[in-house]
């Protein structure tokens, strides 16, 4: 999904790319590139989120109803588009964020076992 | 919800495609600037930074394609280009097309015919509440038949113990009636049924009311009657005010209360009733006395029962064993060894059978209407695949440019699916005109024959089925073949594209082809042995010559004095007219409709352990009866005049009875009687030469007539032997009907020879031997057309080879041999595969055969040569040019 262009740079897991947008729009409405920076910032760049996966994603998440888009006005005046959370999609999110702990929970035990 | 959204938003995507298009060009190029500008800051040139930006984002059509797939609305785009693009190929080639449509066509067409038949006859629920829940019953005495006729005590005692199974239990009994109004009479089939006969099958009246539960109890007492809708709109033109209305059935006063809806033809399922009548009302018909609803032995009632709901076939079967048992205790003559038995609604059409033969034929013919079907399928992927061979450099050229294989097989599917689905269009209509063709069979009786082959959604369905199944069959080896080309072999000029396992799969369709085809044409060859031995069978009697013509006075309110004294008159007039031979009266005509037997005790004779009395058919003839028909006469005498009311009451037996009841001595002279009138025992007179009686395919039957005056039945049949061609003799017989009883309806006005092509004649022989014959022809057909497209197709494609051959010196003979024995040998394998076929066939088609064999060596053999002969010829035309080539001209071909 997530595309990798240097080798200290991590592959994302699978499915984990729509939390991360959701979870990221779960602050405030932003535009395409201010998405892919803030998740990149906020991993400390082992992600970095290539557009051929950031742009089907948002169509897939709002085809969901989990965004929405808006035609808006950036910082330096330009007309961007602005992706902001639903309340489907804040349910979502929670949803997603409780399954993933659980998930990772498990797998830290399965490897603590062996 | 969530679906929905998606969906609508797919559907948005569709038609604001180019806005949102726009927006994510919009979106992309600006995410390019802002890595640039972020590139900028950290000390890029502009130039670099954007060139760094954009090899980050790789092709942005790719990226927009992957957002694009994203939604559903993207698979329909391409499945819409598919299509489009298949038309646009297959309109490039209208030759390959049209053959390919049409062959497809002729096999859906036939299957969709045969289905629309069979969906008709078995499948078709019946019009009224829950169909599912209906059933038919049928009973068996020991070493009887099955049958579905129950008495009316049966029907009670069946009905009061079985409400643990059954919600409901009807019956009713068939008539023939004369209904006269304003001094017309009409000859009707009728349904005499008991008071809930509407309210368990949950139908609702047209116009006034239906029969009452109430109603039928009492014999005599409920002279109302409902019509038919369609005898309704033909006899009354549809008038509103008809109920209320007073006719006369019979000769008696009714009172017309109501008509039944327009989908309701009866329980009969070829039938379309005409009038319903309470139960007890029975007692107008001649041969039913007012005792019939305590007679045991009066058999002659239909019982159908609506299951419980959620109850099973299998428990009504247990529940009816325990009451059959009882049954057979409690009335250890009437019931002696009773069996009960219950089928499904559907599988018991027309009537109870033991093993429903319609339902043998439907598989049998649907099974060979595939085989058509397969054949077709067969040609149109050979000629698949020798466009996949002309496609590969297109399909190479396409992977080249990115198109996945996926993609590819794809795009072929959709082509093969395209004329599979245009084939089924084009077969629906050519099913259309086959099952009207079929619809359109004379059943040789004046009765409301009810076969309504119309589609409906099942056989739009098993239509559109068969045609995407085709589709895939035909398409998917040719698709997998085309794109799984290698790419660097093709593209490099050399490629010839002929591989061997193209041809042994070819050879492989070919055997099939041929193999299909021969099983086709031995059932086909069969079936008209069949019927042509049917034909021929010596039927004891002479048809030729001989005018038909059934009438009942009863319909029409004669008493027996009356009858007889229309019927002595009649004789006398017709005897009069010019160009008459002989006159007679029949009860039963041979393969008619009407038939009578009587269970007899015959002194001297027991039958064996653990049988009933014999029961034997019979007829009520007048003395003319033997001479009319030409039967000749054993020993004894026939009727005379002098063999009245007043009389001994005498016989004439067959041989086969005379042999059966008096193995060691003369019949002449004996007695038997029937078991219902011990004191009026029959003296034999006469014993006359066997005949096919019932039904054509009744063999060995014993068989007694009774003279007329001496056991009067009403409906009887004026048989007329005429020195000229007895058809121009009707109106003139019906002028001297008319002068003597004005309103007597006639009906079954119809040569001798006609009539026995009706139901019990040679009708189904008929029918059988033409779809065989037919589905037979167009597989032949089929397999020319296949054979010889292959051969010459290989033959083509082997051109190079051939010329370098006669470069190095061979002969065109042998050349010409060279190409014939690859085609000789393919057709000795599908010959051998197909005897086998046939064999393994034969034992279903046996059933449906008279005085042939299922593997009839004649047939075999003549359908091998036949097929071989032709098969050759298509492979011999091919194998001739093959001789002709030019080897300058096909060595500079490369």
Same mark, same amino acid.
């Given at each position: 999904?997530?595309?990798?262009?240097?080798?200290?740079?991590?592959?994302?897991?699978?499915?984990?790319?729509?939390?991360?947008?959701?979870?990221?729009?779960?602050?405030?409405?932003?535009?395409?590139?201010?998405?892919?920076?803030?998740?990149?910032?906020?991993?400390?760049?082992?992600?970095?989120?290539?557009?051929?996966?950031?742009?089907?994603?948002?169509?897939?998440?709002?085809?969901?109803?989990?965004?929405?888009?808006?035609?808006?006005?950036?910082?330096?005046?330009?007309?961007?588009?602005?992706?902001?959370?639903?309340?489907?999609?804040?349910?979502?999110?929670?949803?997603?964020?409780?399954?993933?702990?659980?998930?990772?929970?498990?797998?830290?035990?399965?490897?603590?076992?062996? | 919800?969530?679906?929905?959204?998606?969906?609508?938003?797919?559907?948005?995507?569709?038609?604001?495609?180019?806005?949102?298009?726009?927006?994510?060009?919009?979106?992309?190029?600006?995410?390019?600037?802002?890595?640039?500008?972020?590139?900028?800051?950290?000390?890029?040139?502009?130039?670099?930074?954007?060139?760094?930006?954009?090899?980050?984002?790789?092709?942005?059509?790719?990226?927009?394609?992957?957002?694009?797939?994203?939604?559903?609305?993207?698979?329909?785009?391409?499945?819409?280009?598919?299509?489009?693009?298949?038309?646009?190929?297959?309109?490039?080639?209208?030759?390959?097309?049209?053959?390919?449509?049409?062959?497809?066509?002729?096999?859906?067409?036939?299957?969709?015919?045969?289905?629309?038949?069979?969906?008709?006859?078995?499948?078709?629920?019946?019009?009224?509440?829950?169909?599912?829940?209906?059933?038919?019953?049928?009973?068996?005495?020991?070493?009887?038949?099955?049958?579905?006729?129950?008495?009316?005590?049966?029907?009670?005692?069946?009905?009061?113990?079985?409400?643990?199974?059954?919600?409901?239990?009807?019956?009713?009994?068939?008539?023939?009636?004369?209904?006269?109004?304003?001094?017309?009479?009409?000859?009707?089939?009728?349904?005499?049924?008991?008071?809930?006969?509407?309210?368990?099958?949950?139908?609702?009246?047209?116009?006034?009311?239906?029969?009452?539960?109430?109603?039928?109890?009492?014999?005599?007492?409920?002279?109302?009657?409902?019509?038919?809708?369609?005898?309704?709109?033909?006899?009354?033109?549809?008038?509103?005010?008809?109920?209320?209305?007073?006719?006369?059935?019979?000769?008696?006063?009714?009172?017309?209360?109501?008509?039944?809806?327009?989908?309701?033809?009866?329980?009969?399922?070829?039938?379309?009733?005409?009038?319903?009548?309470?139960?007890?009302?029975?007692?107008?018909?001649?041969?039913?006395?007012?005792?019939?609803?305590?007679?045991?032995?009066?058999?002659?009632?239909?019982?159908?029962?609506?299951?419980?709901?959620?109850?099973?076939?299998?428990?009504?079967?247990?529940?009816?064993?325990?009451?059959?048992?009882?049954?057979?205790?409690?009335?250890?003559?009437?019931?002696?060894?009773?069996?009960?038995?219950?089928?499904?609604?559907?599988?018991?059409? =027309?009537?109870?059978?033991?093993?429903?033969?319609?339902?043998?034929?439907?598989?049998?013919?649907?099974?060979?209407?595939?085989?058509?079907?397969?054949?077709?399928?067969?040609?149109?992927?050979?000629?698949?695949?020798?466009?996949?061979?002309?496609?590969?450099?297109?399909?190479?050229?396409?992977?080249?440019?990115?198109?996945?294989?996926?993609?590819?097989?794809?795009?072929?599917?959709?082509?093969?699916?395209?004329?599979?689905?245009?084939?089924?269009?084009?077969?629906?209509?050519?099913?259309?005109?086959?099952?009207?063709?079929?619809?359109?069979?004379?059943?040789?009786?004046?009765?409301?024959?009810?076969?309504?082959?119309?589609?409906?959604?099942?056989?739009?369905?098993?239509?559109?089925?068969?045609?995407?199944?085709?589709?895939?069959?035909?398409?998917?080896?040719?698709?997998?073949?085309?794109?799984?080309?290698?790419?660097?072999?093709?593209?490099?000029?050399?490629?010839?594209?002929?591989?061997?396992?193209?041809?042994?799969?070819?050879?492989?369709?070919?055997?099939?082809?041929?193999?299909?085809?021969?099983?086709?044409?031995?059932?086909?060859?069969?079936?008209?042995?069949?019927?042509?031995?049917?034909?021929?069978?010596?039927?004891?009697?002479?048809?030729?010559?001989?005018?038909?013509?059934?009438?009942?006075?009863?319909?029409?309110?004669?008493?027996?004095?009356?009858?007889?004294?229309?019927?002595?008159?009649?004789?006398?007039?017709?005897?009069?007219?010019?160009?008459?031979?002989?006159?007679?009266?029949?009860?039963?005509?041979?393969?008619?409709?009407?038939?009578?037997?009587?269970?007899?005790?015959?002194?001297?004779?027991?039958?064996?352990?653990?049988?009933?009395?014999?029961?034997?058919?019979?007829?009520?003839?007048?003395?003319?009866?033997?001479?009319?028909?030409?039967?000749?006469?054993?020993?004894?005498?026939?009727?005379?005049?002098?063999?009245?009311?007043?009389?001994?009451?005498?016989?004439?037996?067959?041989?086969?009875?005379?042999?059966?009841?008096?193995?060691?001595?003369?019949?002449?002279?004996?007695?038997?009687?029937?078991?219902?009138?011990?004191?009026?025992?029959?003296?034999?007179?006469?014993?006359?030469?066997?005949?096919?009686?019932?039904?054509?395919?009744?063999?060995?039957?014993?068989?007694?007539?009774?003279?007329?005056?001496?056991?009067?039945?009403?409906?009887?049949?004026?048989?007329?032997?005429?020195?000229?061609?007895?058809?121009?003799?009707?109106?003139?017989?019906?002028?001297?009907?008319?002068?003597?009883?004005?309103?007597?309806?006639?009906?079954?006005?119809?040569?001798?020879?006609?009539?026995?092509?009706?139901?019990?004649?040679?009708?189904?022989?008929?029918?059988?031997?033409?779809?065989?014959?037919?589905?037979?022809?167009?597989?032949?057909?089929?397999?020319?057309?296949?054979?010889?497209?292959?051969?010459?197709?290989?033959?083509?494609?082997?051109?190079?080879?051939?010329?370098?051959?006669?470069?190095?010196?061979?002969?065109?003979?042998?050349?010409?041999?060279?190409?014939?024995?690859?085609?000789?040998?393919?057709?000795?394998?599908?010959?051998?595969?197909?005897?086998?076929?046939?064999?393994?066939?034969?034992?279903?088609?046996?059933?449906?055969?008279?005085?042939?064999?299922?593997?009839?060596?004649?047939?075999?053999?003549?359908?091998?040569?036949?097929?071989?002969?032709?098969?050759?010829?298509?492979?011999?035309? =091919?194998?001739?040019?093959?001789?002709?080539?030019?080897?300058?001209?096909?060595?500079?071909?490369?």
């Amino acid at each position: 999904m997530a595309a990798i262009s240097e080798s200290k740079q991590s592959e994302l897991v699978q499915g984990t790319l729509d939390m991360l947008i959701l979870k990221t729009l779960a602050l405030e409405p932003m535009h395409g590139y201010g998405i892919a920076m803030r998740i990149e910032q906020i991993s400390k760049g082992v992600f970095q989120v290539n557009p051929g996966s950031l742009f089907p994603a948002f169509r897939r998440l709002e085809r969901a109803g989990w965004l929405k888009c808006e035609w808006r006005a950036t910082e330096n005046n330009r007309r961007a588009k602005y992706y902001i959370l639903t309340e489907v999609g804040r349910r979502q999110l929670k949803a997603e964020t409780r399954e993933w702990g659980r998930q990772i929970a498990a797998i830290a035990r399965i490897l603590e076992a062996s | 919800m969530f679906a929905l959204r998606k969906f609508l938003g797919g559907l948005r995507a569709l038609f604001k495609k180019e806005r949102e298009e726009g927006e994510l060009d919009e979106e992309l190029r600006d995410f390019v600037e802002q890595r640039a500008a972020t590139k900028m800051q950290m000390g890029l040139s502009r130039q670099q930074a954007l060139r760094e930006a954009r090899m980050e984002m790789g092709s942005m059509d790719s990226v927009k394609e992957r957002v694009r797939a994203v939604g559903w609305e993207t698979a329909f785009n391409s499945f819409w280009q598919d299509i489009r693009f298949a038309l646009r190929m297959l309109r490039k080639s209208p030759g390959f097309t049209t053959v390919a449509i049409l062959t497809l066509a002729l096999g859906i067409g036939a299957n969709t015919a045969i289905f629309s038949v069979v969906n008709s006859l078995l499948l078709r629920p019946l019009p009224v509440e829950d169909p599912g829940e209906i059933t038919v019953l049928g009973m068996q005495q020991k070493n009887e038949i099955l049958s579905q006729y129950f008495s009316y005590p049966e029907y009670e005692d069946i009905r009061e113990q079985s409400s643990g199974a059954f919600s409901g239990m009807l019956a009713y009994r068939l008539g023939l009636d004369g209904l006269s109004v304003n001094g017309q009479a009409d000859h009707i089939i009728t349904s005499f049924v008991t008071g809930n006969y509407f309210t368990m099958l949950g139908v609702k009246p047209f116009l006034g009311r239906l029969i009452l539960p109430s109603e039928g109890k009492t014999p005599g007492a409920d002279p109302v009657v409902v019509l038919g809708y369609d005898y309704w709109k033909n006899r009354f033109g549809g008038d509103r005010d008809v109920v209320g209305k007073s006719v006369s059935i019979d000769g008696h006063a009714f009172t017309i209360v109501g008509v039944t809806p327009k989908s309701f033809h009866g329980l009969n399922s070829i039938l379309n009733m005409q009038a319903y009548m309470p139960m007890g009302m029975a007692t107008i018909e001649g041969d039913f006395k007012g005792d019939f609803m305590a007679d045991r032995n009066a058999r002659g009632f239909i019982v159908f029962g609506r299951l419980k709901q959620g109850a099973s076939v299998q428990r009504a079967e247990t529940t009816l064993n325990v009451i059959a048992h009882r049954l057979s205790e409690e009335h250890r003559e009437d019931e002696k060894d009773l069996a009960l038995s219950v089928f499904p609604e559907r599988l018991a059409r =027309p009537v109870v059978l033991p093993h429903n033969p319609i339902i043998a034929a439907s598989a049998l013919f649907l099974a060979l209407a595939m085989l058509v079907l397969l054949l077709a399928c067969f040609n149109v992927a050979n000629l698949l695949l020798v466009r996949a061979t002309v496609r590969q450099r297109e399909m190479a050229i396409r992977a080249a440019l990115g198109g996945t294989r996926a993609r590819l097989i794809r795009q072929l599917l959709t082509e093969s699916l395209i004329l599979a689905l245009l084939g089924g269009g084009a077969g629906i209509m050519i099913g259309v005109w086959g099952s009207a063709m079929i619809g359109s069979i004379n059943f040789h009786v004046d009765l409301p024959i009810f076969l309504n082959f119309s589609f409906d959604w099942r056989v739009f369905t098993f239509a559109f089925v068969a045609a995407a199944l085709t589709g895939i069959i035909v398409g998917i080896v040719p698709a997998f073949r085309a794109s799984r080309s290698d790419l660097n072999e093709l593209l490099h000029e050399g490629g010839r594209g002929v591989t061997g396992a193209h041809q042994r799969l070819r050879s492989v369709l070919v055997v099939a082809e041929i193999s299909g085809s021969l099983m086709l044409l031995v059932v086909a060859g069969l079936f008209t042995r069949s019927l042509e031995n049917a034909q021929h069978m010596s039927l004891g009697f002479d048809p030729e010559g001989v005018l038909n013509l059934t009438m009942d006075p009863h319909e029409v309110g004669y008493t027996e004095a009356q009858g007889k004294e229309f019927y002595k008159q009649l004789l006398e007039r017709v005897r009069a007219l010019p160009g008459v031979e002989s006159a007679s009266l029949a009860f039963s005509v041979p393969m008619g409709d009407t038939y009578t037997s009587k269970t007899i005790a015959v002194p001297g004779y027991t039958p064996p352990v653990g049988q009933q009395q014999p029961n034997v058919s019979n007829n009520v003839v007048t003395p003319g009866y033997f001479k009319t028909m030409r039967m000749p006469v054993v020993s004894g005498r026939v009727f005379s005049d002098a063999d009245d009311e007043k009389a001994q009451q005498v016989a004439i037996v067959n041989q086969t009875m005379a042999k059966r009841f008096w193995p060691h001595e003369d019949a002449i002279g004996r007695t038997f009687w029937a078991v219902s009138a011990p004191k009026k025992p029959y003296r034999v007179v006469g014993v006359v030469k066997n005949a096919k009686y019932a039904a054509i395919f009744v063999h060995g039957e014993s068989y007694f007539y009774v003279p007329l005056a001496q056991e009067y039945t009403p409906i009887e049949t004026l048989q007329i032997r005429t020195k000229a061609d007895p058809g121009n003799m009707a109106a003139e017989v019906q002028k001297e009907i008319e002068s003597l009883a004005p309103t007597l309806p006639v009906f079954d006005v119809q040569t001798m020879e006609d009539s026995l092509g009706g139901g019990q004649g040679f009708l189904i022989f008929r029918l059988g031997a033409a779809l065989a014959a037919t589905l037979g022809i167009l597989g032949l057909a089929l397999v020319l057309v296949g054979i010889y497209g292959v051969v010459s197709y290989t033959a083509s494609q082997r051109t190079h080879e051939i010329g370098i051959r006669m470069a190095l010196g061979a002969q065109p003979e042998e050349i010409r041999r060279m190409v014939f024995r690859q085609g000789f040998f393919l057709v000795i394998c599908g010959l051998a595969v197909g005897l086998l076929g046939s064999f393994a066939a034969s034992r279903v088609v046996g059933n449906f055969l008279v005085g042939v064999s299922a593997v009839d060596p004649v047939i075999f053999g003549g359908v091998a040569v036949l097929l071989a002969v032709v098969t050759l010829a298509a492979c011999y035309i =091919p194998a001739r040019r093959a001789m002709r080539v030019d080897p300058i001209v096909a060595l500079r071909y490369e």
